[in-house]
T-cell receptor
Framework: QKEVEQDPGPLSVPEGAIVSLNCTYS??????FMWYRQYSRKGPELLMY????GNKEDGRFTAQVDKSSKYISLFIRDSQPSDSATYLC???????????FGDGTTLTVKP | DTGVSQDPRHKITKRGQNVTFRCDPI?????LYWYRQTLGQGPEFLTY????????KSRLLSDRFSAERPKGSFSTLEIQRTEQGDSAMYLC?????????FGSGTQLSVL
């Protein structure tokens, strides 16, 4: 079983919808939680970065971390066609060097 | 451009040949990571450097793979005796404060 599980989708929504993307994890040592956006044939781009539990908002994006449930979410409000991409969750243990990624959820926002 | 630069962007090779990829990280970032990504999967950790020291290699990394980072600047990833299963996107990332900044990757196709 993978340390980080992510629903692969694909997810298709109309423009303006609220999108919810989720990941679960098994390693209780994870303290840093990230969301990356990846367009086709490009490298991942950091969207949101949070430490431990709680919420963080940045424009139309909100990241939530629930460490008690080992569950993280990314919400996108007023989704736009330009949000169409693959979204990757990632997490890391501060005592380890690497980040561990989910397999990504592919999102399509239709005009 | 002050981002992470990878060269080449695409590489097509025949099985059994050796290939080498180069990564130029963001200059003030001391940590440099290599990840591999196949279609429909998230990035998989390969190895990372702190300055010129290689601190961790994935257990999944075969002896055919070697990475260097002379003088703590650019890094190279070499794959010897390539196999079809090596076909993937090879991603390099700079790291600072728990955040990864990826290049656009090198897409390797082994025929």
């Amino acid at each position: 079983q993978k340390e980080v599980e992510q629903d692969p989708g694909p997810l298709s929504v109309p423009e303006g919808a609220i999108v919810s993307l989720n990941c679960t994890y098994s390693n209780s040592a994870f303290q840093y939680f990230m969301w990356y956006r990846q367009y086709s044939r490009k490298g991942p781009e950091l969207l949101m970065y949070t430490y431990s539990s709680g919420n963080k908002e940045d424009g139309r994006f909100t990241a939530q971390v629930d460490k008690s449930s080992k569950y993280i979410s990314l919400f996108i409000r007023d989704s736009q066609p330009s949000d169409s991409a693959t979204y990757l969750c990632a997490m890391s243990d501060p005592n380890a060097g690497k980040s561990t990624f989910g397999d990504g959820t592919t999102l399509t926002v239709k005009p | 451009d002050t981002g992470v630069s990878q060269d080449p962007r695409h590489k097509i090779t025949k099985r059994g040949q050796n290939v080498t990829f180069r990564c130029d990280p963001i200059s003030e970032h001391n940590r440099l990571y290599w990840y591999r990504q196949t279609l429909g999967q998230g990035p998989e950790f390969l190895t990372y450097f702190q300055n010129e020291a290689q601190l961790e290699k994935s257990r999944l990394l075969s002896d055919r793979f070697s990475a260097e980072r002379p003088k703590g600047s650019f890094s190279t990833l070499e794959i010897q005796r390539t196999e079809q299963g090596d076909s993937a996107m090879y991603l390099c990332a700079s790291h600072v404060g728990g955040k990864l900044f990826f290049g656009s990757g090198t897409q390797l196709s082994v025929l």
